[in-house]
Nanobody, 118 residues
């Protein structure tokens, strides 16, 4: 069974950068697109961005476009979320998820906390 584990979260100052990683177990990682989501305190989980299975196509939410970059290393079963110019509004638990197609995500990691202070 595929499992996803996020890492790299932490507490930073506004303007700083963080790089989150999501490592997958199992052999089918490279066959799927992967998404990143976040959930701020008291709010619903929202889409951050997505990368296709080859790693040559990405999509981002408007709120992070130009600041966040998603990449993947299929040889290492890992997808990354590079976050630059962080803002306090980026404070949330960040989740990676496997794209099962049709806009659905079927496997989720446990999340990693990112806190940005002003």
């Amino acid at each position: 069974q595929v499992q996803l584990v996020e890492s790299g979260g932490g507490s930073v100052q506004a303007g700083d950068s963080l790089r989150l990683s999501c490592t997958a177990s199992g052999r089918t990682f490279s066959s799927y697109g992967m998404g990143w989501f976040r959930q701020a305190p008291g709010k619903h989980r929202v889409f951050v961005g997505r990368i296709n299975w080859r790693g040559d196509s990405t999509t981002y939410a408007d709120s992070v476009k130009g600041r966040f970059t998603i990449s993947r290393d299929n040889a290492k079963n890992t997808v990354h979320l590079q976050m630059n110019a962080l803002k306090p509004d980026d404070t949330a638990v960040y989740f990676c998820a496997r794209d099962s197609g049709g806009g659905s995500y079927d496997i989720w990691g446990q999340g990693t906390q990112v806190t940005v202070s002003s």
